[in-house]
């Protein structure tokens, strides 16, 4: 055996035990005529010491380690005289007698440290050094914890998990698809999967009742800190069950996994919120309610009351209160105009109302608006002496309550009432079926084309088909999505019916999902699911800002794995094989 113990167990009851070890070199030490050194391994730290009055040549040796070389020790175990209480292992040393080096090391770019010096795009090029250290490796050992806690949850509710196949057919809805040509097709290619989708309903049409699936999923779309290009999810699917048979189960996971892995005990039940609530109060169909400062309408209060063209215009105004921000200076009113009117955001501008603690006001529509208006405004706001009142106009209700929503956030953030370690989760449901797409010019699936409508709307499908509801539900963490589902359509005339809304062709329809609408004619259930997005749901208990810091080998913001330099050129011979021919970069 390269090893007895691990780096992460040995203790003062342990004193006199000759034991060997086996890791990594942390770092080493000189002090007089002794030499010590830290071995690491997945489990932990445990401090080596060499002493050049007992073997010379063993400590000799030891000084030629560098970091992280990869040694084998064997020693007793002895109580440390300077104990360190930051370490597991801290009461106890290995007074080593023999030493193996089993793989020496070149310096490595980065310190192995907590705290590294090494930026963002070096520790992914040197992923799997950055992966030996205790900060990051310990995101995928509570990914792991979760995976297995997840499958023994859906296990004892009687899951059945099945794999699904990662080439299939393209679809047209939804973001791009990863594509791959067919070498024994040549001209035709698969799809590599956005989500299980239509084969998780095709399993229910089978009559598997319940399904789940820890599966990769692929989109080709713009990356940021919570996407990637290929992502895991939860994949779920169940049959004969309604709106709430899905929520109250996966409600339940959700608090045994807060339960398991933070010691959180989720409200019983969880609110639900509808979608539109949800924008009119957060301007967001994922609101962060670890704080307020709720949207206020404004518009009747200044309706009539000042020769202000941008509100008299404007079709909608809204504020947010934030308390004790009166004192906020010109410098800091001037930041967040700008934030508002950054492309990210944009607002054209912004108005604010100081509700001095002296009991003074102070706007930047003092000359439009009289006292009395704007003391009026301070009743609707609630606010008290001493807040500050941020409002934003426009003429599109929508899109300023989500310009509204980033300025709260940021408020949120510049105040510190975003803490990690508070979790405030809700389910929103009620789903517009329909939303407009500019880049389409056409009414796409909120969410996929085979969403249930809301039974009470299907009469407006016809000529109302945006304001009809959808049975879908998304549950909303922190201000984060990190699932979400729908009931099924199992009609085959009602699928018809979304697809020609849609703008499908008959002849497109059966092209795309004829697989899907034949196997509907055969029995079909009622059926319904939700998936999870595992990576964004570990991030958020592990307390991280990007889902990068808990995959184990992730892409860049270019979707570029620098570590094995994907993706690549092809070999010509590759590119004749496969039929293709690459045009010139433009």
């Known amino acids: 055996m390269y090893r007895t113990k691990t780096c992460g167990e040995l203790r003062l009851s342990d ?51 560098g970091r992280e070389y990869c040694i084998q020790v064997t020693g007793t175990v002895s109580e440390r005289e300077s104990k360190n209480s930051k370490m597991p292992t801290g009461d106890i040393e290995i007074i080593v007698s023999k030493l193996n080096v089993l793989s020496p090391s070149l310096t490595p770019p980065f310190t192995i440290e907590d705290n590294t010096d090494g930026g963002d795009e070096l520790r992914m090029k040197y992923r799997y050094l950055d992966l030996r250290r205790a900060a990051v490796r310990k995101n995928i050992e509570l990914r792991h914890r979760m ?12 899951f059945i998990e099945v794999e699904t196949p990662i080439l299939i057919g393209s679809t047209p809805e939804g973001a791009r698809d990863f594509v791959v040509p067919s070498r024994m097709n040549p001209g ?56 709430d048979d899905v929520i109250n189960i996966f409600e339940e996971l959700c608090r045994t996994l807060f339960r398991e892995i933070r010691g959180v005990e989720l409200p019983k039940p969880l609110e639900q919120m509808t979608w539109n609530e949800a924008m009119r109060r957060f301007g967001s169909d994922k609101p962060d309610l670890r704080f307020g400062m709720e949207f206020v309408e404004l518009k009747d209060a200044f309706e009539g009351k000042g020769e202000f063209s941008v509100f008299n215009e404007a079709k909608y105004i809204g504020g947010i209160c934030v308390p004790g921000c009166a004192n906020y200076s010109r410098k800091q009113l001037n930041e967040l105009t700008d934030f508002v009117k950054r492309p990210q955001v944009g607002a054209q501008g912004l108005v604010f109302i100081k509700y001095n603690a002296d009991g003074t006001v102070k706007s930047s529509i003092d000359k439009f608006y009289s006292p009395e208006t704007l003391a009026e405004i301070k009743q609707v706001m609630g606010a008290k002496d001493g807040d500050l009142v941020l409002i934003l106009s426009g003429d599109n209700a929508n899109k300023t309550r989500v310009q509204l929503c980033s300025l709260r956030l940021e408020m949120g953030d510049r105040l510190g009432l975003r803490d990690k370690n508070v979790f405030k989760c809700l389910w929103i449901i009620d789903f517009p079926l329909f939303e407009w797409s500019d880049e389409e010019q056409r009414l796409m699936a909120t969410h996929h084309p085979f969403t249930m409508p809301n039974p009470d709307d299907i009469p407006l499908l016809d000529e109302h088909p945006e304001q009809v509801r959808a049975k879908a539900y998304d549950f909303v963490c922190n201000g984060v999505e990190v699932g979400g589902g729908s009931l099924r359509i199992h009609d085959t005339q009602l699928q018809e019916r979304m697809f020609e809304v849609l703008g499908f062709t008959r002849e497109r329809a059966e092209a795309q999902f004829g697989f899907l609408m034949n196997a509907f004619k055969y029995g079909a259930p009622p059926h319904a699911g939700l998936a999870f997005g595992l990576d964004r749901f570990v991030s958020i208990l592990a307390g991280l800002d990007s889902i990068r810091d808990c995959i184990a080998f992730p892409k860049n ?23 293709l021919e690459v045009k010139a970069h433009k």
């Open 188 to 243: 035709q290619f698969y799809a590599l999967p956005q989500s299980p989708q239509t084969l998780k309903q095709l399993l229910m049409v089978a009559g598997f009742d319940r399904y789940f699936q820890i599966a990769k999923c692929f989109r080709d779309e713009d990356l940021r800190a919570d996407r990637q290009p290929e992502f895991t999810q939860v994949d779920c699917e169940m049959s004969f069950v309604d709106q």
């Open 15 to 65: 004193a006199g035990q000759e034991v060997t070890l086996a890791g990594w070199v942390q770092r080493t030490r000189k002090m007089g005529g002794m030499t010590f050194a830290d071995l690491r391994d997945r489990y932990g730290l445990t401090q080596l010491v060499f002493n050049g009055a007992v073997d010379k040549d063993l400590c000799d040796q030891a000084n030629k380690l």
């Open 557 to 579: 913001n270019s979707g570029r794995d620098v570590m094995l330099d994907a993706p690549g050129e092809l070999d010509p011979k590759q590119l004749d094989e496969l039929n």
């Open 147 to 158: 995976t297995i806690l997840i499958r023994n949850f859906l296990d004892n509710q009687k």
